[in-house]
């Protein structure tokens, strides 16, 4: 069966630290881009930070610049999120995608989705 699951998700204070996985299923990673987005309440769907294939390149939004880091572990056949220093904005369900997109934000251009993962960030 193919499929990404994420999780990791939670409340936290402003200020603190999540890890979020993407672990694949049926397919390996680490020939495709692998994105992360976010869906807030009210907001369009934005991309937050995308692996290259096999890790070449990593992007990240203007957003998340300097808190996040996005990482990989081809033995566990997944994608890592690092979050420090959460703000309340950033609260969201978090989803992974993969796939070969020609802009690692554009959503539709990923092939593989996971179910989302909620982040709360709130004193």
């Known amino acids: 069966q193919v499929q990404l699951v994420e999780s990791g998700g939670g409340l936290v204070q402003p200020g603190g630290s999540l890890r979020l996985s993407c672990t694949a299923s049926?397919?390996?990673?680490?020939?495709?881009?692998v994105g992360w987005f976010r869906q807030a309440p009210g907001k369009e769907h934005e991309g937050v930070s995308c692996s290259s294939n096999s890790d070449v390149s990593r992007y990240y939004a203007d957003s998340v610049k300097g808190r996040f880091t996005i990482s990989r572990d081809s033995t566990r056949n997944t994608v890592y999120l690092q979050m420090n220093g959460l703000k309340p904005e950033d609260t969201g369900v978090y989803y992974c995608?993969?796939?070969?997109?020609?802009?690692?934000?554009?959503?539709?251009?990923?092939?593989?989705w996971g179910q989302g993962t909620q982040v709360t960030v709130s004193s």
């Open positions: 995608a993969a796939g070969v997109p020609n802009n690692w934000y554009a959503g539709n251009e990923y092939e593989y």
């Open positions: 049926g397919f390996r990673l680490e020939y495709l881009h």
